[in-house]
Nanobody, 126 residues
């Protein structure tokens, strides 16, 4: 059974940092692109960041560029999202996702992802 399990969420004050982790099991995702999305209450799910299968290419939403960093460790079947300078508007449930086939122009498209985690809550207070 394929599973993506996120962890590392929590409550922090504005300006703080968190590191999210997503561990994949059931198969290897070393040849899959990985992404992070988030969904705030009453809002649609939105793209946050993505990383190519080898880790050489990364993509970010404008709202997090310069503050968030996505990385992966294929030996551990794990992808990370380091979040710094957090803002209240970063409050959301964060989801990890994997895409077996996705072009560089489609990393931000949630429909291109085949597997999803259950999400982890991030709350940033002002």
């Amino acid at each position: 059974q394929v599973q993506l399990v996120e962890s590392g969420g929590g409550s922090v004050q504005a300006g703080g940092s968190l590191r999210l982790s997503c561990v994949a099991s059931g198969r290897t995702f070393s040849s899959s692109a990985m992404g992070w999305f988030r969904q705030a209450p009453g809002k649609e799910r939105e793209f946050v960041a993505a990383i190519s299968w080898g880790g050489r290419s990364t993509y970010y939403a404008d709202s997090v560029k310069g503050r968030f960093t996505i990385s992966r460790d294929n030996a551990k079947n794990t992808v990370y999202l380091d979040m710094n300078s957090l803002k209240p508007e970063d409050t959301a449930v964060y989801y990890c996702a994997a895409a077996d086939v996705v072009s560089s122009r489609s990393f931000a498209n949630a429909r291109r992802y085949d597997y999803w985690g259950q999400g982890t809550q991030v709350t940033v207070s002002s």
